[in-house]
């Protein structure tokens, strides 16, 4: 059975109307309802598409959008000055930014002696409260990747390019959740840059 023509096109539809449901004041203030409904829209993400890499394409661009219109509120609400280096920068994502909108604390590493890659490691992930083990056709499913587009979107909207991606999922049988982060100018390109 073939999909009528308009079924892309209306998927289309369904996913943007679901990421501006997924807005700042639903997706971020009901923790619950946010983790509920967030394993429906992964589901239905899963039949949509067949290939699991466009399933986490997906989400990180829903992530993507969340988080540029998610900065705003995190800025007045935590009343955070300019941070100076990318460690304070990954060290206020972890400590202030998960606690506020996911109740949790990640640890922070430094991976890279350039200090421009950091690992979030998360002992507890509410996402996947409710999810006990991906199928296996889906091994290659990023279950969170909303959350690499959120903090991608919300880097950006501050001027730090970087690039955020899962490295290791518990679900995938992995030992912890880490997410990698890494900025993508070195700290003294944008001294450079302002000195000209």
């Known amino acids: 059975m073939s999909r009528p023509p308009g079924r892309k096109q209306e998927n289309h539809k369904i996913h943007f109307l679901v990421c501006f449901i997924f807005d700042i004041h639903l997706f971020w203030q009901s923790r619950e309802l946010f983790v509920l409904t967030y394993g429906a ?12 890499e466009d399933v986490n394409t997906c989400l990180d661009r829903m992530g993507y959008g969340i988080g540029v219109r998610l900065i705003d509120d995190f800025l007045a609400r935590s009343a955070v000055k ?12 972890a400590q202030i930014a998960f606690k506020m909108y996911l109740g949790v604390t990640p640890s922070v590493t430094c991976s890279s002696p350039a200090g421009n ?37 919300a880097l950006e909207m501050v001027h ?9 999922d518990r679900l ?12 993508l ?9 302002r000195n000209k």
């Open 172 to 183: 995938r049988g992995d030992a912890v959740t880490e997410i990698g982060i890494t900025f």
């Open 41 to 52: 829209l992964v589901a239905q993400l899963c039949k949509d598409y067949e290939k699991d």
């Open 117 to 153: 890659e950091f690992s979030l490691i998360l002992d507890q992930n509410p996402l996947v409260d409710f999810v006990e083990e991906l199928p296996a056709e889906r091994a290659s499913l990023c279950y969170c990747n909303l959350l690499c587009g959120v903090i991608r979107g």
């Open 160 to 168: 730090l390019a970087a690039e955020v991606t899962f490295l290791q």
């Open 82 to 93: 300019k941070c100076r280096s990318y460690s304070e920068t990954a060290d206020t994502i």
């Open 185 to 193: 100018r070195k700290a003294e390109d944008r001294k450079h840059k």
